[in-house]
């Protein structure tokens, strides 16, 4: 069997091919089977910079590239155009492998000689090089091709590097991409060069030889021997198919490509055989933490032995609706039932609930779920007792501090540390607190009534009892930013401490519900086992600057004691700006929010790749009804109305984990974002105030970074505060 490699622009362009030329490629390419490849007709391309890159017949108006030399057994698919692109581009490209990696690169020669020749003896850039802080070893240790110094200095901003984005051979670019944006020469050497070569198990003293081999290594053309390892290599961007059977699932589901492609990064991470301990992957937005969790589950369920039950591993996250979008992906990149089986997907609270329960004799469980009821109590205890504490601050007390750090006396309450609370309380306050918190935990009992968080907090307790046995294998979890202490001691409490026991996917920057967590505080120690991606595959890299912009000047932690950084952080694509609009009303608004979804449709954007985000959803239904009035079809996300294929509205909170090719976020208006009802006051407490304002300004970047091509944010009357260091972008 030959070994036949699939370029990612390969899968990319097949599947927006219309059907019959689909079902033409994969006849063609069925021919591999029993080594029927040598009839195919493999044409070379006259004056071609690369004799390997040759062409193949789809059909009267569509050809292949492939990659074939003249010997041996291995191909690589790289690209399906009309015929006379086919041509034009196979002329001028060659494949190479690259001086670090070793992977096989491909690079536009005509392209890269004219820029080259451009800038040769002209002098250095008026504003300074960008790359001033990077000398010529270094550059050329990451593998950056010598040819290509001249030009590299002449680049004094990231745009004019995005500018060669396409002609640029593409390890080369992310290496460049990882030094502009902030990343030093080491950081992007583990982080692009480095995992490449551990996925490869390329030695350190092969690598070493690559490099010192001389400026012929790093631009010559792959051989025809070595081109089944340099594909191997380039797991990030070439998948390796065993046969024909493989080759038809690859292609019947082409945008799944997430499925196939991971950047060597995200391999590293998901397919590392074991961790002695807990292990997390952070990143912003876009970076593929999802996947990354996804992969990870499916490696645990292959290393279960044959007679491990099912559900051995859960995976599990915040929401329910988060949890559904996770079984339909695991359905995608699990086809096999009987391995699925073995993975439980849930949310945590439906998972306490479910614990609790069953030492209940299945009892269900009145749950508050209003949070407007809880503050009343609150309010209701407060006047009872006579203590001077608003509803808000006892409700925050007793979850950030009390429920938080699992105290269970007033003397454990008094000892507690409040770090991140900002009103300092003395012995007789905290007393007055406490009163207040027995109160309010007596009327529930009596009622038999519970709060999601005491459900939690009761599964961890009736866990811990179990001693060694506990219900899984292995626990991962994503979405990890946003759960509680509570829940944390609950996840923690689900699998026995050891290898590979809790992988956790999350980022900081993302935390729309205000629970901060130290994961070391609570037993759950990441030291050594935490890795941060880098690279954004959703956003372009202009909606992903404008929505990192909102977050400057921020400081948000790492929930292990430190700060996490967006500093590299990074989009493979790039689009258009995003658009801002302010109105004189809400009519304006609304009216100019139309205009933009009907110019989208008429751009060949469906409906239910359009997203509308909000901050409260009755400004949503607003939004659905004047685009009903005009004929667009809708759906309220949670709400179950509208039609299934129409443009999704839904809260900011609600749209958390999607992604759509257009988002509007709309009344971004003071009052609104921030929400005034979701901040604490300041003269209640201002460490609480502050961490309301930031977990307001974290719920506009997600839903800002759920776009993929196109970003709108409109307001009428007064704008945001905080938009007044982007709005003019």
């Known amino acids: 069997?030959?070994?036949?490699?699939?370029?990612?622009?390969f899968l990319m362009e097949f599947a927006k091919l219309e059907k019959p030329v689909q079902k033409r490629v994969h006849e063609v390419f069925d021919k591999f089977r029993e080594h029927r490849h040598a009839g195919l007709h493999l044409e070379k391309i006259e004056k071609a910079r690369d004799p390997r890159i040759r062409t193949i017949r789809i059909n009267q108006f569509m050809?292949?590239?492939?990659?074939a030399p003249e010997s041996g057994d291995s191909f690589l698919l790289l690209k399906v155009m009309p015929h006379d692109d086919a041509i034009a581009w196979a002329v001028?490209?060659?494949?190479?492998?690259n001086s670090a990696t070793q992977g096989i690169e491909l690079r536009d020669d005509v392209a890269l000689e004219r820029a080259t020749a451009g800038v040769r003896g002209l002098p250095q850039p008026a504003d300074g090089p960008l790359f001033a802080h990077v000398s010529d070893k270094d550059l050329t240790r990451l593998g950056i091709d010598a040819d290509l110094l001249p030009l590299v200095r002449h680049l004094s901003k990231e745009a004019h590097l995005d500018s060669l984005h396409k002609i640029l051979p593409e390890q080369q670019y992310d290496v460049l991409a990882g030094l502009a944006a902030g990343m030093e020469p080491e950081d992007v050497w583990r982080e692009v060069v480095l995992v490449q070569l551990e996925q490869a198990s390329l030695p350190t003293s092969q690598h070493a030889t690559a490099v010192s081999g001389g400026d012929q290594s790093a631009t010559a053309s792959v051989g025809q021997d070595d081109l089944s390892a340099a594909m191997a290599r380039s797991q990030g961007r070439i998948a390796l198919v065993s046969g024909p059977d493989e080759l038809m699932e690859i292609l019947s589901r082409p945008f799944d490509a997430w499925r196939v492609f991971l950047h060597p990064s995200q391999r590293k991470v998901a397919y590392r055989p074991s961790y002695k301990g807990p292990a997390r992957v952070t990143g912003g937005p876009g970076t593929g933490k999802t996947v990354v969790a996804l992969h990870r589950a499916l490696h645990l369920a292959r290393q279960?032995?044959?007679?491990?039950?099912?559900?051995?591993?859960l995976l599990t996250t915040f929401t329910r609706d988060l949890a559904t979008d996770l079984r339909g992906s695991l359905e995608l990149l699990i086809p096999d039932d009987r391995l699925r089986a073995k993975i439980r997907v849930t949310n945590v609270d439906a998972l306490a609930n479910q614990i609790v329960r069953a030492n209940r004799s299945g009892t269900p469980l009145a749950i508050i779920t209003s949070q407007k009821d809880v503050a009343a109590r609150w309010d209701r205890i407060a006047r009872q007792l006579g203590i001077d504490f608003t509803d808000v601050f006892l409700?925050?007390?007793w979850r950030h501090v009390i429920l938080a750090q699992d105290l269970r006396s007033p003397e454990t309450y008094l000892k507690a540390s409040r770090s991140g609370r900002g009103t300092p309380l003395g012995p007789l306050k905290r007393a007055q607190v406490w009163r207040a918190v027995e109160a309010f935990v007596g009327q529930l009992r009596k009622a038999d009534e519970w709060t999601f968080l005491q459900v939690c907090a009761e599964a961890a307790r009736q866990l811990e009892e179990q001693g060694d046995e506990r219900p899984y294998r292995h626990v991962v979890i994503d979405e990890a930013q946003d759960l509680h202490p509570a829940q944390w001691r609950m996840l923690r409490a689900l699998v026995r401490s050891g290898?590979?026991?809790l992988f956790i996917a999350g980022d900081t920057h993302q935390r729309i519900y205000g629970n901060k967590v130290s994961l070391r505080s609570l037993g759950i120690s990441v030291t050594g086992r935490s890795t941060r991606l880098r690279i954004n595959y959703r956003t372009t890299q202009e909606i992903l600057a404008w929505s990192t912009e909102l977050l400057t000047g921020r400081q948000v932690d790492d929930m292990d004691g430190g700060d996490e950084s967006l500093i590299g952080y990074r989009s493979a694509f790039h689009g258009a700006l995003p658009h801002t609009s302010g109105a004189k009303d809400k009519a304006a608004e609304l009216s100019g929010l139309v205009a933009q979804v009907k110019e989208w449709n008429s751009a060949g954007v469906l409906p239910r790749e359009i997203g509308v985000a909000v901050?409260?959803?009755q400004l949503g239904k607003e939004v659905g009804r004047a685009l009903d009035e005009v004929g667009v079809p809708t759906t309220v996300l949670g709400g179950g109305s509208g039609s299934g294929d129409g443009v999704r509205i839904g809260t900011m909170h609600r749209m958390k984990g999607l992604e759509f090719r257009c988002v509007a976020v709309v009344g971004v208006n003071d009052g609104i974002v921030p929400m005034r009802s979701a901040v604490t006051a300041e003269d209640t407490d201002p460490q609480q105030h502050r961490e309301d304002m930031l977990g307001e300004l974290s719920l506009l970047f997600v839903a800002c970074t759920r776009a993929r091509e196109a970003l709108r944010v409109s307001w009428h009357g007064q704008q945001s505060p905080f938009l007044g260091t982007v709005t003019e972008s």
Do not use: C, F, N
């Open 1 to 9: 069997m030959a070994t036949l490699g699939i370029h990612k622009d």
């Open 63 to 67: 050809r292949g590239v492939v990659l």
């Open 92 to 97: 001028k490209h060659r494949a190479t492998v």
């Open 304 to 313: 279960l032995p044959d007679d491990a039950p099912d559900e051995s591993i």
């Open 395 to 397: 409700d925050q007390e």
């Open 499 to 501: 290898p590979d026991d």
């Open 615 to 617: 901050r409260y959803i």
